[in-house]
């Protein structure tokens, strides 16, 4: 997965001269685009970016995950364009496995569909135990829960059917 954050340099490639940046992929993608007859001549150069903050003073990398010093050890909300952040705590650097109170609040209130799933997940965790089984199927949960607040955020309504269809138990468990 593409760092969200990750910025560009436009470069000439004939003699190296920096274009452009640094700006966003799209931003990059689109002032290439305008000189699309001679798109060969430009190239894109990913810079690594802190997720949290933008910063290019990158002192912690972990696979495409990057943080500035201030967020060595902080994750950024799930949700695009929040800034806040939260400790990562003993859970490794990610940019879709920690999302923000007010975002969690907003997006998977007490009582949605969403929420008494994730509630499910700790119920049975409290009889049962993380088994092997339910971690897998939380991490399934998440990462779908993760994509649904994204899009939400993103086109700002709830289709609850969707929802129901999603994440409805039809495994007895
Ligand atoms: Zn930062
Ligand atoms: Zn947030």
């Known amino acids: 997965m593409i760092a969200r954050t990750d910025l560009v340099f436009v470069r000439c490639t004939a003699d190296g001269r920096t ?6 992929r799209e931003q990059g993608a689109r002032w290439v685009g305008a000189y699309a007859p001679h ?4 190239e894109l150069i990913l810079v690594a970016s802190c997720q949290c903050c933008g910063s290019l003073d990158v002192v912690v990398r972990a696979g495409v995950q990057h943080r500035c010093e201030r967020h060595r050890d902080r994750n950024p909300c799930l949700v695009d364009g929040c800034r806040r952040t939260i400790a990562a705590g003993r859970n ?3 940019d879709d496995q920690s999302i923000c ?3 969690w609040r907003r997006y998977v209130p007490p009582g949605s569909p969403l929420r008494r799933t994730y509630n499910r997940f700790f119920r049975l965790a409290r009889r049962h135990g993380w088994t092997p089984g339910l ?9 779908g829960m993760a994509a649904r607040v994204r899009r939400q955020a993103a086109e700002g ?8 269809r999603l994440f409805g138990w039809s495994e007895a468990a």
């Not at 798109?39 to 430009?42: I, S």
Request: proline letters at 3%; zero cysteines.
């Open 39 to 42: 798109a060969e001549a430009w």
């Open 92 to 94: 490794e650097l990610a």
């Open 101 to 103: 109170g007010a975002h």
């Open 135 to 143: 971690i897998r199927r939380f991490e399934r949960f998440w990462t």
């Open 19 to 24: 274009l452009l940046g640094p700006t966003s």
């Open 157 to 164: 309504f709830v289709d609850q059917r969707e929802i129901d």
